[in-house]
């Protein structure tokens, strides 16, 4: 048994480069004078946008999928894994746990988002088509059944 699949690992590679657009965006963006709020909204875009188009392509392999149901699909999983999982999560961890380093909650709630993330990607955003296996070339089709 595989610990870690193929797909996995491009999904955790896809990961790492989409948080580093995310983080360095930000910083630049910051630092030439860009507010905050506005700095993070473009940074964290770019790295979804970025973050889609590899998972897309590169890590679930979805090119012949249709591109806008794909697109609707990523940005409601992603926004309601951020927005609203995450949040539970931290909420949750916090008050199971009162006084805890704040980057803990912060860290349950990304490890949970990852998750979130991962199968929902891969079961409803770039899932396979379901195809219908081929019948054998030499079989001829029978005819229905007789009333």
Not at 65 to 92: E, K, M, P, S, Y
Not at 95 to 119: E, S
């Amino acid at each position: 048994m595989k610990l870690i699949t193929g797909t996995q690992l491009r999904f955790g590679l896809v990961g790492v480069a989409n948080t580093l657009l995310d983080a360095l965006g930000y910083a630049l963006l910051v630092t030439l004078g860009v507010p905050m709020f506005v700095a993070n909204f473009l940074s964290t875009s770019a790295g979804m946008a970025l973050s889609f188009t590899l998972n897309r392509s590169f890590t679930f392999r979805a090119k012949d999928g249709d591109v806008r149901r794909q697109a609707i699909l990523f940005f409601a999983v992603t926004a309601f894994g951020l927005w609203v999982v995450q949040a539970l999560v931290i909420l949750g961890v916090t008050k199971a746990f009162p006084g805890i380093h704040l980057l803990v909650p912060k860290a349950a709630g990304i490890a949970v988002g990852l998750v979130w993330n991962y199968v929902l990607y891969h079961k409803v955003v770039f899932r396979k088509p379901h195809r219908e296996p081929a019948a054998p070339a030499n079989e001829v089709p029978s005819d229905p059944p007789l009333r």
